[in-house]
Every structure is written in structure tokens, then in C-alpha cells.
């Protein structure tokens, strides 16, 4: 079945360690997204890229970096500048950029111990 | 001013009631809009997008008014499956690319 996979799907993580969040989708779609989440708030973008070895940073990209070598696969390395890491993580992916639905993977939640 | 604002919430509801979601926009440039339902402790799924003309999907109705920067979601004759979160969100393209959504809106719908 097509869709998106993320891994792991629970981590937990001492302070001072970088975590690497993989995200893999066999969709075929262009655009790929990075997205966190916190208790009763919103989705806050943090990295996006439109195609393959391009990504353009959102709105919290500070103390995050992403690669996109194959079209597949987008990870997210949460780097230990990332002041506040414990969040609920959600990659997705799109089939042209900004058009039609976004299809989530099932998320990452990282703990910091 | 957050640039999609919800309704707080949570609502709580009988079965079978009529319930009705508000989100304004702050962003005239926006061009897409969308309902997503996200279940505890899960991914966000689209629940249906949101036409200028209104469109109905079964039980649910959404509206979009551009003048007032205003969507609307209107579940009717809820069901137990229906209390989640249902987060409204906004595609805006000029000027960069840009996805917002809203904090969302739980509901619960009890027996």
C-alpha cells in the first residue's frame, strides 16, 4: 500500500544528543514537509522541500536540518541547539507543492530526558 | 493576531446533535482551504476541502466566505466516532510558500 512511514515511532533522547527522525513515502510525490507539534497547539511547519536536494526552511527551522537525496526519503536530525525538542513530530508529503491533500505518516514522538 | 484562529473549544455534545466549527483567516492572499480531523495521539487526515460554493460531504457541510475570511464546518446528527480534533488549515501561496494550521478544535460527543 503507498503512503508515508516515519520511524521511530517513540524516542527518547538525553540532552546534548542529535536524533536523526526518518521519514519515507513511496507515493511519488514532489513535496515533502516537516512539521512539529505541541499539547493543544497547532502544526508549525519547520522544514519543507519542493523536489530532490532542494528545502527551503519554515517557520522554527533553528536547531533542525534536513537532506532530501532521493525523492523518497526527507529525515529530519533534531541537532542539540534545539532548546526545547520534546514535541510530537509529523512528516507528510504532497503531491505537487501547496496543491491537494497532505498525507501524514502516523508521527514521532521525541522525549528529552 | 495568530493568522488562523479557531474556536477554543472543547465542545461536548449528545449524540445526534448539530454542531458547527468557526475559523477566520488573516491572510486575504490565501487560496486553499481545508478541514483536517486529527484523532488523540494521531496524524491529522483531510476530512474535505473547502469550496467558495459550499460542499457537502454526507453529515458534513463546510462553507468558505472570502469576504469575511471565514470557514465553517457543520456536523450533523454527530456520532461517538466523531469526537476528535478538527483543525482548519489555510494554504496561502503568494509571496512563498505557506501552510497554516489552526490549534484546533476538540469535540466529544457522548452517549
Known amino acids: 500500500d503507498g503512503g508515508i512511514t516515519q520511524s521511530p515511532k517513540y524516542l527518547f533522547r538525553k540532552e546534548g544528543q542529535n536524533v536523526t527522525l526518518s521519514c519515507e513515502q513511496n507515493l511519488n510525490h514532489d513535496a515533502m514537509y516537516w512539521y512539529r507539534q505541541d499539547p493543544g497547539q497547532g502544526l508549525r511547519l519547520i522544514y519543507y522541500s519542493q523536489i530532490v536536494n532542494d528545502f527551503q526552511k519554515g517557520d522554527i527551522a533553528e536547531g533542525y536540518s534536513v537532506s532530501r537525496e532521493k525523492k523518497e526519503s526527507f529525515p529530519l536530525t533534531v541537532t542539540s541547539a534545539q532548546k526545547n525538542p520534546t514535541a510530537f513530530y509529523l512528516c507528510?508529503?504532497?503531491?505537487?507543492?501547496?496543491?491537494?491533500?497532505?498525507?501524514f505518516g502516523e508521527g514521532s514522538r521525541l522525549t528529552v530526558l | 493576531r495568530k493568522e488562523v484562529e479557531q474556536d477554543p473549544g472543547p465542545f461536548n455534545v449528545p449524540e445526534g446533535a448539530t454542531v458547527a466549527f468557526n475559523c477566520t483567516y488573516s491572510?486575504?492572499?490565501?487560496?486553499?482551504f481545508f478541514w483536517y480531523r486529527q484523532d488523540c495521539r494521531k496524524e491529522p487526515k483531510l476530512l474535505m476541502s473547502v469550496y467558495s460554493s459550499g460542499n457537502e460531504d454526507g453529515r458534513f457541510t463546510a462553507q468558505l466566505n472570502r469576504a469575511s475570511q471565514y470557514i465553517s464546518l457543520l456536523i450533523r446528527d454527530s456520532k461517538l466516532s466523531d469526537s476528535a480534533t478538527y483543525l482548519c488549515v489555510v494554504f496561502v501561496g503568494t509571496g512563498g510558500f505557506k501552510t497554516i494550521f489552526g490549534a484546533g478544535t476538540r469535540l466529544f460527543v457522548k452517549a
Open positions: 491572510n486575504s492572499a490565501s487560496q486553499s
Open positions: 507528510a508529503s504532497q503531491g505537487t507543492l501547496g496543491t491537494g491533500e497532505l498525507f
